[in-house]
């Protein structure tokens, strides 16, 4: 079947220790988006890849980077993490802004 | 910016028993998205509406995507225990990049 793998399920990292979350699709969507999601709260967009453009949104934190080496491979690379920034990190994917696909998400955890 | 007002935010149901939430904003979305999301997991998408007006169904649940533009609801019928978990409308403008925006959630629980 189609669909968006996120690896891995679980991530523990400690305060201020690099992380990459990775994220990959089967459906050769050409659009791939990261979220983050708080607990109790919806998704909040951080950036998204139309292609190979990068689109920030504007108050995305500058520790949140990302790169998309090819149209299946997206990653989510946190510079200096903090206690604020354990979450459910959500790949998803589209073509063209349609058939928008969630991932089963990245439970990232900060110690 | 574009804000959607999900209703109600939680839900204490019977099994058996009829669901109705809905979402509302100010703005005009292009399409309108139900998801639902486990404990755990990624959101699932339910229904997809594409045209103001339309009305769609996927078993027990239909949804409505109304005719200004500005609203839609999602009715669950029969409820049944794994019914339960947070269901989210998303909002797409469209256009090439089609963001998302989500509502706040309504979390369902089921009493059987």
């Known amino acids: 079947d189609a669909m968006v793998i996120q690896n891995p399920r679980y991530q523990v990292t400690q305060f201020g220790k690099p992380v990459t979350l990775s994220c990959s699709q089967t459906l050769n969507h050409n659009v791939m988006y990261w979220y983050q999601q708080k607990s109790s709260q919806a998704p909040k967009l951080l950036f998204h890849y139309y292609d190979k453009d990068f689109n920030n949104e504007a108050d995305t934190p500058d520790n949140f980077q990302s790169r998309r080496p090819n149209t299946s491979f997206c990653f989510l690379d946190i510079r200096s993490p903090g206690l604020g920034d354990a979450a459910m990190y959500l790949c998803?994917?589209?073509?063209?802004?349609?058939?928008?696909?969630f991932g089963s998400g990245t439970r990232l955890t900060v110690v | 910016g574009q804000q959607l007002n999900q209703s109600p935010q939680s839900m204490f149901i019977q099994e058996g028993e009829d669901v109705s939430m809905n979402c509302t904003s100010s703005?005009?979305?292009?399409?309108w998205l139900w998801y639902k999301q486990d404990p755990g997991e990624g959101p699932v998408l339910l229904i997809a509406?594409?045209?103001?007006?339309e009305l769609t169904s996927n078993g027990r649940l239909t949804a409505q995507f109304g005719i200004t533009r500005k609203d839609s609801f999602l009715n669950i019928s029969a409820s049944i225990p794994s019914d339960v978990g947070i269901y989210f409308c998303?909002?797409?403008?469209?256009?090439?990049?089609?963001?998302?925006?989500f509502g706040k959630g309504t979390k369902l629980s089921v009493k059987p």
């Open positions: 998303a909002g797409q403008i469209g256009g090439s990049q089609g963001n998302l925006i």
């Open positions: 703005s005009i979305f292009n399409t």
């Open positions: 998803a994917t589209s073509r063209r802004g349609f058939g928008y696909t």
């Open positions: 509406l594409y045209k103001a007006g």
